[in-house]
T-cell receptor
Framework: AQRVTQPEKLLSVFKGAPVELKCNYS??????LFWYVQYSRQRLQLLLR??SRESIKGFTADLNKGETSFHLKKPFAQEEDSAMYYC?????????FGSGTKLNVKP | NAGVMQNPRHLVRRRGQEARLRCSPM?????VYWYRQLPEEGLKFMVY????????ESGMPKERFSAEFPKEGPSILRIQQVVRGDSAAYFC????????????FGQGTRLTVV
């Protein structure tokens, strides 16, 4: 079965500290992987996708096929980064979402 | 473009009533997905629809749940005879024909069954 695992429910860091949100996926062919973010009381929005290899709001994510991971990283967290983050894999016409990690950036 | 619109935002139903959740996709999008988020859990796929067609309903409970995406009008997720366990946030996403993996989400409908 397709599965996306985000082992941390809550991650708290201080402003300016590096942050890494973990994501592991189950391998099935060539996965399309995404990170979505949900700020308080707002809709999920796409943060980045692995195929574009872009950096959004200072976040990057590298696909590691050997470890089947797609961790989200940012070198210096900001308070406005506090939100729920969802890793997602797209296969066979559907997104498989992880359970989400709540990032709390403390001042 | 107003984005994906879901209504109502909040819906309260008594056990045994019917719940109807509506989703208007972004203009030009012909694919609609419904997801359910139970408390403390991630988003779970329910159904994938194109206009007048159910493409994948592998995530839909076998009974009481149905979905449609008519030629005109919004997509509807219908839950008959609701039970307490149906209480959840229901999210709709839409994507364009050209790249089905680029999904845009609505703000969700929070269903509470009392």
């Amino acid at each position: 079965a397709q599965r996306v695992t985000q082992p941390e429910k809550l991650l708290s860091v201080f402003k300016g500290a590096p942050v890494e949100l973990k994501c592991n996926y189950s391998y099935s062919g060539s996965p399309e992987l995404f990170w979505y973010v949900q700020y308080s009381r707002q809709r999920l929005q796409l943060l980045l996708r692995h195929i574009s290899r872009e950096s959004i709001k200072g976040f990057t994510a590298d696909l590691n096929k050997g470890e089947t991971s797609f961790h989200l990283k940012k070198p210096f967290a900001q308070e406005e980064d506090s939100a729920m983050y969802y890793c997602a894999q797209y296969n066979f016409n559907k997104f498989y979402f992880g359970s989400g990690t709540k990032l709390n950036v403390k001042p | 473009n107003a984005g994906v619109m879901q209504n109502p935002r909040h819906l309260v139903r008594r056990r045994g009533q019917e719940a109807r959740l509506r989703c208007s996709p972004m203009k030009g999008h012909s694919h609609v997905y419904w997801y359910r988020q139970l408390p403390e859990e991630g988003l779970k796929f329910m159904v994938y629809l194109q206009k007048e067609n159910i493409i994948d309903e592998s995530g839909m409970p076998k009974e009481r749940f149905s979905a449609e995406f008519p030629k005109e009008g919004p997509s509807i997720l219908r839950i008959q005879q609701v039970v307490r366990g149906d209480s959840a946030a229901y999210f709709c996403a839409s994507s364009p024909l050209t790249y089905a993996a680029e999904a845009f989400f609505g703000q969700g409908t929070r269903l509470t069954v009392v």
